[in-house]
């Protein structure tokens, strides 16, 4: 091996963490009032890995996280956000068809790559934050699913960070600014072509690993992850709420032809273990060796206590054996925890 897989790259220190999008009210309307009530909530049941993003409600997220998490002791939770997308000020972006609807934050976005760019965003996200350090760095949906690139231009965003945000992002690991960088990506291109160019740690895996969809991830993204030492946390297990009942499918607009009759083997099979089947795709992402750590998005406190409990249910062997069985999952798919391979 050479010398990038033989490093020791920075490990999470916490396998359950908490989500911003909710609380960047891409979903509906949250209140400021009610998302304290949350972070409270996720705080005092013992969260301590809080992944934000500038994306999420437009710098809201990052506000709302700051405004609980600036008074806590730094050095006793974990906080990650993204890069790639800086806000610039603007009076006309609030409107019912844009990205965040319900969000207040009157800003606009640019995408910038560049080892600048990077430095201005967390910057900026720290002082939204109201805090001195972030502790990974996730260049934010470099992929080909992101719906404000034009066909293919996310290779040329690509080539831009090779350049500017991947050196920089290793440079301020270097200086002590960061703990890790990784990408926070939906599709698995981009952090095959991440390991293959640069020396990232860590990736938020979204939309990439669940009940519904997981395939290519035990056998592509899994033996490259290990290879090289860095390690996943894993975002979207719940399809963006479509396990737990929801009418949508992760982020885009559409809801693909086989994921109704895929949930519904699945929830029969649930109930037939009394197995709370929300409860089983959150856990089935915390098992594979890989997963440092799971970030479901709370809204409210009940969620937060719900997501807490799931992970300390007991669930039969005989209910990962029949989905299986009936080829709804993977054969190779780990049904209970491992411990991360050292590189």
């Given at each position: ?78 906080i990650s956000s ?60 470099l992929s080909s ?71 290519n991830a035990i ?125």
């Open positions: 091996m050479n010398s990038k897989e033989n490093k020791k790259h920075y490990q999470l220190p916490h396998d359950f963490g908490m989500g911003g999008v909710s609380l960047g009210n891409e979903f509906e309307p949250v209140t400021d009032e009610e998302a304290h009530e949350t972070l409270k909530t996720a705080w005092d049941e013992g969260v301590r890995y809080y992944d934000v993003a500038p994306w999420y409600g437009l710098g809201l997220s990052e506000r709302r996280y700051g405004y609980f998490l600036h008074n806590k002791p730094r050095e006793e939770y974990v993204k890069v790639g997308k800086l806000l610039k000020a603007s009076k006309n972006v609030v409107t019912e068809k844009g990205p965040f609807p319900f969000s207040p934050s009157p800003n606009s976005v640019t995408f910038d790559y560049s080892a600048s760019g990077i430095r201005r965003s967390i910057e900026d996200s720290l002082q939204r934050l109201g805090i001195d350090s972030l502790d990974i760095a996730y260049v934010h949906d699913d992101n719906p404000l690139f034009k066909e293919g231009e996310w290779l040329e965003h690509f080539e831009v960070a090779k350049k500017g945000a991947f050196p920089e992002l290793t440079k301020m690991r270097e200086e002590g600014i960061i703990k890790g960088w990784g990408l926070g990506v939906n599709t698995p291109e981009p952090i095959m072509k991440a390991l293959d160019v640069a020396d990232p740690d860590i990736f938020l895996f979204a939309a990439q690993y669940s009940l519904m969809d997981h395939e056998e592509e993204i899994f033996p490259a992850i290990r290879k090289h030492g860095a390690s996943l946390v894993m975002g979207s297990n719940l399809n963006a709420g479509y396990l737990s009942g929801s009418d949508r499918y992760n982020y885009g607009p559409k809801i693909p032809d086989f994921a109704h009759e895929k949930r519904e083997k699945l929830r029969k099979i649930a109930a037939a273990h009394n197995v709370d089947l929300r409860t089983a795709a959150l856990q089935f992402a915390s098992f594979p060796d890989v997963a440092t750590a799971i970030v479901p998005g709370m809204h409210t406190p009940q969620q937060v206590k719900e997501n807490l409990a799931s992970m300390k249910t007991k669930i039969p062997a005989d209910f990962w054996q029949e989905l299986k069985d009936e080829k709804l999952i993977h054969q190779d798919a780990p049904t209970e925890n491992q411990v991360l391979t050292e590189a």
